[in-house]
């Protein structure tokens, strides 16, 4: 029975009972609901006790307590691992342009389209391409040569693809054929020597259209490779070869 319907029954019951021995309404309602309390308290505690345990999920409000924030809100607004170390597992400290040194590999050490290599310092190392047969539709086929000539050997690791294209007037003027290699890690004695093959393009790098046979046959080979010198601290140079005609084996 709730308090009002126990209030309504025990005002009917008075108003038949003699002055003497009416019932103080007010006082047996909260003597009701006192008697009540303890069994209320103890079904609450019971529900949630059986809501955590099938999950922690929430805890039931009980009677006369003010909302209770449930585990899954809670969790939710906890921070994640990321957030509260500042988001440390989203990287960083990596070089993301994948630039050289370090293990990075370079996209290559040729001069761009239309420019001129830069002149390089000596860094006991020389680059040679030479031609090894004709142009055909693939491109032309060349040999690059890297050559020690420091006075002592050289430990080197390859920074860049060794890569060759077409110039004319000691401007790059087709796209780079490149071996392939990259990170290889090599000594160089004095005098020693290592070599790649490559297929150069005969294609214009600025329109993509195939160049004029007879600028092909105007035009020289130009070579290039970026390495790390291992032995120098991990300093890492750019060695360019001289111009080479096509027609010269």
Do not use: K, Y
């Not at 009002?4 to 309602?29: C, F, K, M, N, T």
């Not at 994948?98 to 000596?122: H, M, N, Q, R, S």
């Not at 004709?134 to 006075?151: F, K, N, Y």
């Amino acid at each position: 029975m709730s308090d009002e319907q126990l209030r309504i029954a025990l005002d009917r019951a008075a108003e038949g009972a003699p002055g003497a021995s009416r019932l103080d309404v007010g006082a047996a309602v909260r003597a009701s609901r006192a008697r009540r309390l303890p069994a209320q308290l103890l079904a609450g505690t019971a529900a949630a006790m059986l809501v955590l345990g099938a999950g922690g999920l929430a805890i039931a409000a009980l009677p006369g307590v003010g909302g209770v924030i449930s585990a899954a809100d809670e969790s939710a607004d906890a921070p994640t691992a990321g957030e509260a170390d500042g988001g440390a597992e989203s990287g960083g400290g990596a070089d993301s342009d994948g630039g050289v040194g370090g293990g990075g590999v370079d996209a290559g050490a040729l001069a761009a389209c239309g420019a001129a290599p830069p002149v390089e310092p000596d860094s006991g190392l020389e680059l040679v391409v030479r031609a090894t047969g004709d142009a055909g539709p693939e491109g032309i086929p060349v040999r690059i040569t890297l050559r020690g000539t420091a006075e002592a050997p050289l430990e080197l690791r390859l920074v860049s693809e060794p890569a060759a294209a077409l110039a004319s007037d000691g401007r790059i003027i087709g796209p780079a054929g490149t071996d392939g290699s990259a990170a290889t890690r090599f000594a160089l004695d004095p005098g020693a020597e290592r070599t790649w093959t490559a297929l150069v393009p005969t294609t214009s790098c600025a329109t993509g259209a195939p160049l004029d046979p007879a600028a092909v046959e105007g035009a020289a080979l130009l070579a290039a490779v970026a390495v790390e010198l291992l032995d120098a601290g991990g300093e890492v140079v750019a060695v360019i070869s001289e111009p080479s005609r096509i027609g010269a084996r």
